[in-house]
């Protein structure tokens, strides 16, 4: 149980283009997905949190009009990464929160997505 | 004073003994903590989480959380080479949104 799948796993685009990472959470309901980027040999920095059915809410110096999420369903969130530029090539990753039992909150990560931006 | 704190290793403990990872954290009202492994290259991997003080077993894991001082920690048993990865801290520091704030990881090193 508690599976989450992410695509594309990787993604080689040119600077300046968009690209869309999808997150789903294939055997749980997931009210909340988190976005992650890891820099080489650094740790998980969060992105923003992504509610279902509102706007996601953004830590603090992710640029929301650069990195645009949506949370349609409760299964599914997207990011898309607008105007792709070298400086955004990093592993992307998502989590989702399982709330159900007594797994309490527990976040469980998605695959990741490796972006290169050329 | 980093939230979450790890020390970044390499630990490197031969094959068969005890590995004992530690993590502290800096505030006092966290309410969750958790175990995850990442190998090199993928996504974290979630090993346990614990709540209350004290130890909780899983297989051949044992979380050990201590809210007067701020400390959790995992131990290993019989560490295997394929137990070799980077080990994250991470704790829900709570004030809404139950966003979990990560540790920068201890590289574990199970060697033959």
């Known amino acids: 149980g508690a599976v989450v799948s992410q695509h594309p796993s990787r993604v080689i685009c040119k600077s300046g283009t968009s690209v869309k990472i999808e997150c789903r959470s294939l055997?749980?309901?997931?009210?909340?997905m988190f976005w992650y980027r890891q820099f080489p040999k650094q740790s998980l920095m969060l992105m923003a949190t992504?509610?279902?059915?509102?706007?996601?809410?953004?830590e603090q110096g992710v640029e929301k009009d650069k990195f645009l999420i949506n949370h349609a369903s409760l299964t599914l969130s997207t990011l898309t990464v607008t105007s792709a530029h070298p400086e955004d090539s990093s592993f992307y990753i998502c989590?989702?929160?399982?709330?159900?039992?007594?797994?309490?909150?527990?976040?469980?990560f998605g695959p990741g997505t490796r972006l290169t931006v050329l | 004073q980093k939230e979450v704190e790890q020390n970044s290793g390499p630990l490197s403990v031969p094959e068969g003994a005890i590995a004992s990872l530690n993590c502290t954290y800096s505030?006092?009202?966290?309410?969750?903590f958790f175990w995850y492994r990442q190998y090199s290259g993928k996504s974290p991997e979630l090993i346990m989480f614990?709540?209350?003080?004290g130890d909780k077993e899983d297989g051949r894991f044992t979380a050990q959380l201590n809210k007067a001082s701020q400390y959790v920690s995992l131990l290993i048993r019989d560490s295997q080479p394929s137990d070799s990865a980077t080990y994250l801290c991470?704790?829900?520091?709570?004030?809404?949104?139950?966003?979990?704030?990560f540790g920068t990881g201890t590289q574990l090193k199970v060697e033959l």
């Open positions: 989590s989702a929160r399982d709330r159900t039992g007594s797994k309490a909150d527990t976040q469980y």
């Open positions: 505030d006092r009202g966290s309410q969750s």
């Open positions: 991470a704790v829900n520091i709570g004030g809404g949104g139950n966003k979990l704030t």
């Open positions: 614990i709540y209350s003080n």
């Open positions: 992504s509610n279902e059915g509102s706007k996601a809410t953004y």
């Open positions: 055997d749980f309901q997931a009210t909340t």
